[in-house]
């Protein structure tokens, strides 16, 4: 049974959802239903966005097989806290204006560490 996976899954559910109404409420304030209607603000949450989705269902993936094959808490709270930390702070330096680059380089270290660990967990546990 998962335990420790979906409380990350979740949090980072929360964080998808707060994103996306980022980008609806940009859509309304510049006026722009498809694209980014060439407006650089539009565009940034839109990468902001897309950015999560590409990362974080593959993380999230990696992580529920480790916690599959039984790795430990600490291993799982780890690799958790990595991507969740790492998503937070890419989003939120990328989001910004001007973009605090620094956050966002972290939150992209945090984000493939999580991902690397959790491969080479998943190869290691599955030998």
């Known amino acids: 049974m998962l335990s420790i ?3 990350y899954a979740s949090l980072l559910a929360i964080l998808y959802i707060v994103l996306s109404f980022l980008v609806i409420s940009q859509r309304r304030s510049d ?4 694209g980014d209607g060439g407006k650089p603000d539009m565009l940034k949450v839109i990468r902001t966005h ?3 989705i590409e990362y974080t269902p593959l993380a999230l993936l990696l992580i529920t097989m480790v916690e599959l094959q039984g790795a430990g808490a600490l291993m799982l709270n780890l690799l958790g806290l990595c991507l969740l930390g790492g998503r937070l702070s890419h989003a939120y330096g990328f989001g910004r204006s001007p973009q605090i680059v620094i956050l966002r380089q972290i939150g992209m270290v945090l984000t493939f560490t999580a991902i690397l660990v959790a ?6 546990l599955a030998l």
């Open 50 to 52: 897309s950015n999560f």
């Open 119 to 124: 491969a080479i967990a998943n190869l290691v």
């Open 5 to 7: 996976t979906p409380i």
């Open 31 to 34: 006026k722009v239903s498809y």
